[in-house]
């Protein structure tokens, strides 16, 4: 079982938010090319004995040690307890329990303790006691479950909510948030949503702060900041901290059902880690969807006709590009400086950005390197050399954006598309073409002045919007005579 040492190696809150009356938050997922080594996560806190110190350098001189650490992933079926494994740690074991607070035995489940609504866990008294500041980190895979059924509960930290002595607690309930008081149930409360909720189809590290000074919390699903906001109150200013749950409620026995998951590890650090820090306690699979999101997100233009500049870097990983053209737009791997030869016609490029760890933990070197592909339009120019299309006069304009392009719409049938907000080029569709066909039923039966017949000069405030049922792209004009 490994031992935690001293290890050699980054919304809005609303105050009073009642507890049943707290809202979700959905998320789509970013999707990309992950290739993690390892089936089972570890904990990055773990004996580091056997780690090559060219990989645990950077992180000993500021990486701290937790109070308490549970490796959940290394228990025997059937244990009814997991041994803190944090060297000199004054905290004991967390037991594991039935519904009724009885002694269980542990069910496992892809290395991980089941959470299978029969469960939870009971950590030592007191981790908490006279603490302002501390960092809950938590591997888990969510369930279904906890999302519109009884109210559950992820952990639990201080008292209960039946003896309003304050508590810290996580749940995903409806969507993940995370909520801290002192006081009663929705009494000083702060409730922080957070952007997006922990997946149900795999492991994933969900990691919490909250910085005594300034009562920030925050937190971290894999290193990416999904929530922050100011605390009220912090731990130190609890009446209690004999509720040390995992997968209990904050309000025992008045009918909220226990967590359903998997738990693969769990520790509690006694500081609020930095974001650098937290990336340190990743494993190999967790940062390795850390450097996928960066690299869906990394800033690339839709369309150029100059050059530009390109990340090299993000805070996690080194950052190399290559160009499907480079007779067209090449790129400087030292600087990320792209340099572009505009043709007459506009040329498109797929830009493809490698990205690979920076030796941020001992997890680091079993993430393999990530692509991701940018297309960008080089714009062409016209014969004297200027670019093309670059002002076109729309009247009370509508403006939307679908397939990584702009289209203008205004009224006196005038279109134009763009991929940049800047360069402008006239298009035509069925309206510009056909308008008093189209137009003209509704023109006739319209009341208006025998003055004003001609319905050229009466469309006004074009509006354009995606109908889902005609699955098409519909003009809405004002009529008038």
Request: glycine share 8%; with cysteine; proline share 6%.
């Given at each position: 079982?490994?031992?935690?040492?001293?290890v050699?190696?980054?919304?809005?809150?609303?105050?009073?938010?009642?507890?049943?009356?707290?809202?979700?938050?959905?998320?789509?997922?970013?999707?990309?090319?992950?290739?993690?080594?390892?089936?089972?996560?570890?904990?990055?806190?773990?004996?580091q004995?056997?780690?090559?110190?060219?990989?645990?350098?950077?992180?000993?001189?500021?990486?701290?040690?937790?109070?308490?650490?549970?490796?959940?992933?290394?228990?025997?079926?059937?244990?009814?307890?997991?041994?803190?494994?944090?060297?000199?740690?004054?905290?004991?074991?967390?037991?594991?329990?039935?519904?009724?607070?009885?002694?269980?035995?542990?069910?496992?489940?892809?290395?991980?303790?089941?959470?299978d609504?029969s469960?939870?866990?009971?950590?030592?008294?007191?981790i908490?006691?006279?603490?302002?500041?501390?960092?809950?980190?938590?591997?888990?895979?969510?369930?279904r479950f906890?999302?519109?059924?009884?109210?559950?509960?992820?952990?639990?930290?201080?008292?209960?909510?039946?003896?309003?002595?304050?508590?810290?607690t996580?749940?995903?309930?409806?969507?993940?948030?995370?909520?801290?008081t002192?006081?009663?149930n929705?009494?000083g409360?702060?409730?922080?949503?957070?952007s997006k909720?922990?997946?149900d189809?795999?492991?994933?590290?969900?990691?919490?702060?909250?910085?005594?000074?300034?009562?920030?919390?925050?937190?971290?699903?894999?290193?990416?900041?999904?929530?922050?906001?100011?605390?009220?109150?912090?731990?130190?200013?609890f009446?209690?901290?004999?509720?040390?749950v995992?997968g209990?409620?904050?309000?025992?026995?008045?009918?909220?059902?226990?967590?359903?998951?998997?738990?693969?590890s769990?520790?509690?650090?006694p500081?609020?880690?930095?974001?650098?820090?937290?990336?340190?306690?990743?494993?190999?699979?967790?940062?390795?969807?850390l450097?996928?999101?960066?690299?869906?997100?990394?800033?690339?233009?839709?369309?150029?006709?100059?050059?530009f500049?390109?990340?090299?870097s993000?805070?996690?990983?080194?950052?190399g590009?290559?160009?499907?053209?480079?007779?067209?737009v090449?790129?400087?791997?030292?600087?990320?400086?792209?340099?572009?030869?505009?043709?007459?016609?506009?040329?498109?490029?797929?830009?493809?950005?490698r990205?690979?760890?920076?030796?941020?933990?001992?997890?680091?070197?079993?993430?393999?390197?990530?692509?991701?592909?940018?297309?960008?339009?080089v714009?062409?120019?016209?014969?004297d050399?200027?670019?093309?299309?670059?002002?076109?006069?729309?009247?009370?304009?509508?403006?939307?954006?679908?397939?990584?392009?702009?289209?203008i719409?205004?009224?006196?049938?005038?279109?134009?598309?763009?991929?940049?907000?800047?360069?402008?080029?006239?298009?035509?569709?069925?309206?510009?073409?056909?308008?008093?066909?189209?137009?003209?039923?509704i023109?006739?039966?319209?009341?208006?002045?025998?003055?004003?017949?001609?319905?050229?000069?009466?469309?006004?405030?074009?509006?354009?919007?995606?109908?889902?049922?005609?699955?098409?792209?519909?003009?809405?004009?004002?009529?008038?005579?």
């Open positions: 079982m490994p031992t935690w040492k001293g050699n190696m980054r919304h809005q809150s609303s105050s009073g938010a009642g507890r049943r009356s707290r809202g979700g938050v959905a998320a789509a997922a970013l999707v990309g090319m992950i290739l993690a080594g390892g089936t089972v996560a570890s904990p990055a806190w773990a004996d004995s056997q780690t090559d110190s060219s990989a645990t350098t950077r992180m000993s001189a500021d990486q701290p040690q937790p109070l308490l650490g549970y490796d959940f992933s290394a228990l025997a079926p059937g244990a009814k307890e997991a041994n803190n494994t944090v060297s000199d740690s004054p905290f004991g074991p967390a037991r594991i329990l039935d519904a009724d607070g009885q002694p269980t035995g542990a069910v496992k489940t892809d290395d991980a303790l089941l959470f609504g469960t939870y866990v009971k950590l030592p008294d007191d908490l006691s006279g603490r302002a500041s501390a960092t809950v980190s938590i591997r888990v895979r969510n369930d906890n999302a519109s059924n009884p109210w559950t509960y992820l952990w639990s930290l201080g008292g209960t909510g039946q003896q309003a002595v304050g508590s810290w996580a749940s995903t309930h409806t969507s993940l948030y995370t909520s801290i002192s006081k009663a929705g009494q409360e702060t409730y922080l949503p957070a909720n922990l997946p189809d795999r492991f994933s590290t969900l990691t919490a702060t909250i910085d005594g000074k300034s009562n920030m919390v925050r937190l971290y699903i894999n290193g990416l900041q999904v929530a922050e906001g100011k605390a009220t109150v912090n731990p130190a200013a009446g209690d901290h004999h509720h040390n995992i209990q409620s904050r309000y025992p026995g008045i009918g909220d059902a226990l967590f359903h998951g998997a738990v693969q769990f520790a509690v650090y500081q609020a880690l930095d974001a650098d820090q937290i990336v340190a306690t990743l494993p190999s699979e967790d940062l390795g969807d450097i996928d999101q960066q690299a869906t997100s990394l800033a690339v233009p839709a369309a150029v006709d100059g050059d500049n390109l990340p090299v993000t805070t996690v990983a080194s950052v590009w290559t160009s499907s053209a480079p007779g067209t090449s790129v400087n791997a030292a600087t990320g400086r792209a340099h572009v030869v505009p043709g007459k016609r506009d040329v498109p490029v797929t830009l493809t950005a990205l690979q760890a920076n030796k941020v933990s001992r997890s680091s070197r079993d993430v393999k390197a990530i692509q991701q592909d940018y297309r960008l339009i714009r062409g120019t016209s014969k050399g200027q670019n093309a299309y670059s002002r076109v006069s729309v009247h009370d304009p509508s403006v939307v954006k679908a397939g990584g392009r702009y289209y719409f205004g009224s006196h049938r005038a279109w134009a598309r763009s991929t940049d907000l800047k360069h402008w080029e006239p298009f035509t569709n069925n309206l510009s073409r056909d308008y008093q066909r189209i137009l003209d039923p023109w006739k039966a319209w009341p208006k002045q025998s003055s004003n017949p001609d319905v050229t000069g009466n469309m006004w405030a074009p509006e354009v919007y995606y109908n889902a049922t005609m699955k098409k792209w519909c003009m809405y004009l004002s009529l008038n005579g």
